[in-house]
């Protein structure tokens, strides 16, 4: 049975959610055990094998992108798999959303009256370039309309980066510098689910979830780049029933 967490916001009944944890699958040490990226190093086979326990759980195969930090949204039931995208979506009944994460920011949305569903991959890149935003455009339902659950990433007491990043987000709005914290030696805190949720307000979505998790401090649930270089990806998946 896989270890999956299933988010605690209030969709609509048809609108399911899971996201994978990083037990219950058969890849070895540094992916143990639930590897579902092709991209890492894992041997092939097992990450199919984990795959398909992944695929007895869910109505159809998630659309797996080919994520590159950047701000392209896709349709999930039009769109061929290995797409080079960071979000999709879906307003078509069995067809599974779906982002990979070791560290950076999932979210999953839908609308309330559950005629949508997407799952976008947002790094501080993606963040700072507006996935988010296009997420939302691709939705195409009020912002207001919107739910939003922010999965499992790398922690504010975890997440080091440059005085660039900082700078970066602060020009694009002052606000932003409340989510970061001096670190010494010119490096600072950054908080992705702060930045994440001013994004998100400022867009007009105010039914924000989830949030809180850190992927870096907890080796046992969650895979993590930044901790261990080489290793495994969860997946947040989403879909209308």
Request: glycine share 10%; net charge negative; hydrophobic share 50%.
């Given at each position: ?101 070791a560290d950076c920011l999932p979210v ?134």
């Open positions: 049975m896989l270890d999956f967490l299933v988010p605690d916001w209030p969709a609509p009944a048809n609108v399911q959610a899971r996201q994978t944890q990083r037990g219950g699958g058969v890849s070895p040490a540094p992916w143990a055990s639930l590897n579902l990226g092709d991209h890492v190093g894992d041997d092939p086979a097992r990450v199919a094998a984990n795959r398909a326990r992944l695929l007895a759980e869910l109505p159809a195969p998630p659309l797996w992108l080919r994520q590159v930090h950047g701000t392209v949204v896709v349709d999930a039931a039009t769109s061929a798999a290995d797409s080079e995208a960071d979000a999709s979506f879906s307003r078509v009944a069995g067809v599974v959303c779906a982002a990979m994460t999953l949305f839908c609308d309330r009256a559950g005629s949508v569903v997407a799952a976008a991959h947002a790094g501080w890149r993606g963040l700072l370039a507006g996935v988010l935003e296009q997420t939302l455009a691709a939705m195409a339902v009020a912002p207001g309309e919107v739910l939003a659950w922010l999965g499992p990433a790398i922690g504010p007491e975890s997440f080091e980066v440059g005085a660039e990043v900082r700078a970066a987000f602060v020009a694009r709005d002052p606000a932003s510098a409340a989510a970061f914290r001096a670190h010494g030696d010119g490096k600072w805190l950054a908080d992705l689910y702060a930045l994440a949720r001013q994004r998100l307000a400022a867009a007009g979505v105010a039914g924000v979830f989830g949030g809180g998790a850190c992927t870096f401090a907890d080796g046992e649930r969650y895979f993590s780049f930044r901790r261990d270089g080489v290793t495994g990806r969860m997946a947040s998946l989403i879909w209308l029933a």
